[in-house]
Nanobody
Framework: QVQLVQSGGGLVQDGGSLTLSCAAS????????MGWFRQGPGKEREFVSS????????DYRDSVEGRFFISRDNAKNTLYLQMNNLRPEDTAVYYC???????????????????WGQGTQVTVRS
């Protein structure tokens, strides 16, 4: 059974930084695409970032472009999200996910991902 275990997150001041980690186990991850989503208070879950297996393709939602950086260490089966210059509007529960798809590309929709982490709270105080 594939498991994604998240760590990191917490409370930070406006303009601060945090790094989220997502450790995968219980399956084969070669060729998978991984992503980050978030769900703010009273909002639907939204795409944040996605990265292919090789790391040669990645993408971000517009509001985090240039502030957030996704990466993965395939030797450790771990996904990361470095978040800089955090804003109060970034406050949300963040989720990592893995997609097993025939085509190795970027995926932007929840339905394209097969397994999810447990979520971790990120709170940015103004």
């Amino acid at each position: 059974q594939v498991q994604l275990v998240q760590s990191g997150g917490g409370l930070v001041q406006d303009g601060g930084s945090l790094t989220l980690s997502c450790a995968a186990s219980g399956g084969t991850f070669r060729g998978t695409t991984m992503g980050w989503f978030r769900q703010g208070p009273g909002k639907e879950r939204e795409f944040v970032s996605s990265i292919t297996w090789s790391g040669n393709m990645m993408d971000y939602r517009d509001s985090v472009e240039g502030r957030f950086f996704i990466s993965r260490d395939n030797a450790k089966n771990t996904l990361y999200l470095q978040m800089n210059n955090l804003r109060p509007e970034d406050t949300a529960v963040y989720y990592c996910a893995v997609a097993y798809r025939e085509y190795s590309g970027l995926y932007y929709h929840e339905s394209e991902y097969d397994y999810w982490g447990q979520g971790t709270q990120v709170t940015v105080r103004s």
